[in-house]
């Protein structure tokens, strides 16, 4: 098993780079997110996923770890191949794709070429709960008075209507940023958050 390769990278376009490793260059097929993470270096390093069928052998390559397992969730489901979890991958930034099967969000996963309603649905339907244990598997830690106020922060925004595993996110990321914002703040910056 090819876990990452890291070296020059002697040949790259939105689609594929080739690294060159161990006197050998290997060619890795990567999404628009990667590409635009590596386009202007000279080296790489990526982790990648290597794909066998009985007439190929593919090689993957991933700018982190979150696309990378983005990556093989998506070809977990039924009826999704690596190519096209390499186009959801290239259509949406692993964020997006997290934002829209937490979100249900069927109409923007069809936007993908090759995804049509029924495919994008299973997505949903294979990958909300895995994706949900992944979201919360590292809490952020907080004080008492802080998680408190994250709890109204959380409950204001769910009576709002907006889904709870959305504003759970957003509220992540404003933690992450902002240690010491109060409720209102909160919600004010998670707004923003949820409407970008």
Aim: aromatic residues 6%; without cysteine; positive net charge.
């Amino acid at each position: 098993m090819i876990t990452y390769v890291t070296g020059p990278i002697a040949h790259k376009n939105p689609s594929f780079v080739v690294i060159e490793a161990g006197g050998l260059g290997y060619h890795i097929n990567i999404s628009l997110f990667t590409y635009t993470k590596i386009e202007s270096a000279t080296k790489a390093k990526l982790l990648t996923h290597f794909h066998v069928k009985e007439d190929q052998q593919t090689l993957f390559g991933f700018y982190d770890e979150t696309e990378r397992n983005l990556f093989r969730l998506l070809i977990s489901v039924s009826g999704v191949g690596p190519s096209t979890a390499l186009i959801v991958l290239s259509s949406m930034n692993p964020d997006e794709v997290r934002q829209a099967i937490l979100g249900e969000d069927v109409a923007s996963i069809r936007k993908v070429k090759g995804i049509g309603p029924k495919t994008a649905q299973r997505i949903i339907l294979d990958l909300k709960d895995k994706l949900m244990k992944d979201s919360f598997a590292a809490p952020t830690m907080l004080s008492p008075q802080s998680n408190t106020e994250r709890a109204e922060a959380l409950s204001a925004l769910v009576n709002l209507g907006f889904a709870r595993p959305a504003v759970q996110r957003a509220l992540n990321k404003v933690l992450a940023k902002e240690t010491g914002a109060g409720t209102e703040k909160m919600i004010k910056l998670a707004l923003r958050e949820l409407s970008s």
